[in-house]
């Protein structure tokens, strides 16, 4: 089999790979989806994600980073370190958020060094590998090799395992991360956002596919959420624990 019609046959078996079924939580994000406006009794934009059951998911990294578009912000006294810890409790985790500005935040730190550091991202990579590898081992490729002296038969079954090898590699995605700004109305101050890498890597081949997100983690942190009264006067406010969606897992999809 000559050089053209081998890659004609690697451009087939992509084709025939069906995209993985991805378990857990990530809502559909192949297009924009409008979020839900807050009620008009509150002041808060952030309210649509404090409700115990939201009209619609919430797109990662959604909300708004505008000061203006929140009226309310907590006072100094409303932002002592040992309080703020104290309420959101063994849900501060050091890898996705910081209470001060990190040192590497303007640097891109690629999926390899973040597996390392997070279980969350370790378990959602290895669950998204473990898939697509079976998704491949469905694929009859012996049938599909040619026969005879120019493939010994002792050779055949290596020859499909790399070729399935490669299939996992070329469907996988990977993970950049930056450090974020949240703004006064959240805490931490500082948020990890992780995002599928779009160089010429990940979109280039197949052709037609491109990076998007496969798998959600959350993570929780503390949102100063205004509700206003009855009676007139003055809204209350209070910080609350908010589920915060961040990208766990990328995967090669049609645009």
């Known amino acids: 089999m000559d050089g053209a019609h081998r890659r004609c046959l690697f ?17 559909p994000l192949e297009g924009p989806q409008e979020l839900p406006l807050p009620p008009s009794s509150t002041a808060d ?5 404090l409700r115990g059951h939201p009209s619609a998911p919430v797109r990662p990294y959604s909300l708004s980073l505008s000061p203006e578009d929140y009226h309310y912000h907590p006072k100094p006294r409303h932002l002592r370190p040992r309080q703020l810890h104290r309420l959101l409790g063994s849900a501060f985790d050091p890898f996705w958020m910081a209470t001060a500005e990190p040192r590497s935040r303007n640097s891109s730190i690629l999926e390899d060094s973040l597996e390392t550091q997070s279980r969350d991202l370790a378990d959602s990579a290895g669950r998204y590998r473990r898939n697509l590898w079976r998704e491949a081992e469905g694929l009859e490729l ?11 038969p002792e050779l055949r079954g290596a020859v499909s395992h790399s070729l399935r090898q ?43 596919l491109s990076c998007r997100p496969a798998q959600l983690t959350h993570i929780k942190l503390l949102a100063w959420h205004c509700w206003a009264m009855q009676q007139p006067g ?3 406010c209070a910080w609350r624990q908010i589920p915060y969606p961040v990208v766990a897992a990328c995967k090669r999809s049609c645009r």
């Not at 934009?45 to 994600?49: F, K, R, T, V």
């Not at 049938?143 to 493939?151: E, F, H, T, V």
């Not at 995605?173 to 703004?183: E, H, K, N, P, Q």
């Open 11 to 27: 451009l087939l078996l992509i084709c025939l790979l069906p995209q993985p079924s991805i378990p857990g939580p990530p809502p």
């Open 45 to 49: 934009p952030s309210a649509h994600i």
């Open 142 to 152: 012996p049938a599909l090799l040619p026969a005879g002296p120019a493939l010994p």
């Open 166 to 208: 490669w299939l996992v590699e070329q469907a996988a995605c990977r993970l950049t991360s930056a450090w974020v700004d949240l703004g006064a109305v959240f805490w931490p101050l500082w948020v990890r956002h992780t995002a599928c890498e779009t160089g010429l890597r990940s979109c280039s081949w197949p052709p037609g």
């Open 234 to 236: 003055p809204p209350r």
